[in-house]
């Protein structure tokens, strides 16, 4: 019982990265501990396509679950598949602290009344038992908890383990779905992206976001041409905004919206609100940019600049431009 | 329509945190306590479910000690109609164990649509209201973020990273809230007044084994000090350097 199941997140025919984070994860416990890493790789016809870049970051083996059932996110189907298989003798099984993640992982610990460590940014695995960092409390706490059962069931939060290449077999084995995978209650009848094929704000490697201080919605286009400057940033919004419409609710960044933590995170106009806080305190450099020279948000942040967003953004886009092309 | 939202009392989270002397909880003293957020979008959700078809009942349920009767008061006066504190005295971090004790008293109750919140948001779990469905053999759709219930169908669309998803099931079934369906009210006078005579069942809990074992909480790393750069459009310059060459994020 020392093989390692990684759940191989993918929507609408693609993988996602968060798919590669698990196999990664899986990958370095076997490499310690023994064992092999089985990714289960699961949609419609044509999936098995990826089947190669599960192998360059490490799988064993690969588990293909390839049906139209599959097409969308299929709770119920992949959650008796999952436990009839873990039920064969895993040590432990990494899933990405997504929204379909969590949905999925938590389905299968209560079906196999097993713990499940969510949202985990720490890990460690010993003898007998695994040791994981879960943060709360609006993550101002981390929490350490001890699964003691297998296979442990862990959620891995975004960027806690990078893609990393470790090429390995890859041997493709067909996995059979658990049940008449149509017969199932809960029906996914639609998955969409978003508008604009954005980056998402999980995967982004620099947020910008922004707040009130831009004063109305219009002038969000600063925030957009500033992360497009970047070239690789996603765009943000305090709960202020988006309770006001001048974004949607999925851009909220805070303690009842997307926890995040890039590499950069520049708070334009956003006076750093406890609960905003919550959202992105554990970004590696935080830049704020606000008027108030005592906005809460000056104390989170590594650099900061007192002055109005609407005049210092415009300026700040122009030269990360040029930062980046090296005119 | 039965309607049951199940409700947990957290502390304030605009405080700072003390970690207790037990090293497996934090330092109550000083701390206040509300609903957790997406919780009390649940109760409005349910709220609203019943005052729209002008009929229905709403239970809530919350798991604790005594203290977890103010925060069912609290639903009870934004307008759920009888509210039960299943009563467990020592803090439980496992959420398997309450979801078993929350089936236990939910199971048959003849309930309609069960509502919990995503997330509890001290810890973090996102998990108790799958768990629930999960141990009461009923469909469950998480992390919603619009609903529509009709003709027996639940209709809901979950925001995902970058997408999201029309989901159905029928009912009964279990939903978690998210973002962008309802903010909690502010209880009204009457409605504080009416709550004080509505029904409150205070009745043993039945949990789970535990299974998953806080072992101890610390706080995360301080941040080092930050500092200003300088005032309005000039200080661009120097920011962009510092994030090229002492941040190296550029």
Known sequence: MTNILAFSETRLGELRRAGLETVTAARRVADATGGQVHAVLAGAPGIAQHAARLAAH????????EDDAFANYNPEALTATLAARLGGGYRAAFFAASALGHDLVARVAARMKLAYAS??????????????????????????????????????????????????????????????????????????KAAGGKIDLGEAPVIIAGGRGLKEAANFKLVEDLAAAFGNAAVGATRAVTDDGWRPHSDQIGQTGRLVSPDLYVACGISGAIQHLAGMRTSKTIVAINKDKEAPIFK???????????????????????ARTGA | MKLAV??????????????????????????????????GYAAEVAIQITEKLGAGEVTVISLGPDVVQE??????????HRAVQ??????????????????AELKDGGYDLILCGRMAVDTQNRSTGIFLAELLGLPV???????????????ARRELEGAYEL????????????????????????????????????KPAHLGAITYQLEKMELPAERAAGRIVGEGKDAVPELVRLLKEEAKVL
């Open chain 1, 58 to 65: 490490g799988a064993d083996v690969v588990l293909v679950l």
């Open chain 1, 119 to 192: 949202d985990v940014t720490e890990f460690v695995f010993s003898a007998d038992a695994v040791t994981v960092a879960h943060p709360g409390y609006t993550n101002k706490i981390v929490q350490r908890f001890v699964l003691k059962a297998t296979p442990a069931l862990i959620s891995l939060r975004a960027g806690a383990v990078l893609p990393v290449e470790n090429a390995k077999a890859g041997t493709v084995e067909t996995l059979a779905p658990a049940g008449d995978p149509t017969a199932v209650r809960v029906k996914v009848t639609l998955t969409e």
């Open chain 1, 300 to 322: 989170a942040a590594d650099y900061g600049i007192v002055g109005d967003v609407l005049e210092v953004l415009p300026v700040l886009t122009e030269a990360v431009r040029k």
């Open chain 2, 6 to 39: 199940c409700i947990k009392r957290v502390p304030d989270m605009e405080g700072r945190f003390k970690i207790a002397a037990s090293g497996t909880g934090i330092d109550e003293a000083g701390l206040k306590y509300d609903m957790s957020d997406f919780d």
């Open chain 2, 71 to 80: 925060t069912l008061r609290k639903a009870l006066s934004m307008g759920a």
């Open chain 2, 86 to 103: 299943l009563k467990h005295d020592a803090p439980v971090s496992d959420g398997l164990a309450v979801a078993t004790a929350l089936a």
């Open chain 2, 141 to 155: 759709i998480s992390a919603i973020s619009q609903l529509n219930v009709e003709g027996g169908v639940v209709k």
């Open chain 2, 167 to 202: 989901i159905e099931c029928p009912l009964p079934a279990v939903v978690t809230i998210d973002e962008g369906i309802a903010r909690a009210r502010y209880p009204s006078l009457k409605g504080i007044m009416a709550a004080k005579k509505k029904p409150l069942e205070v």
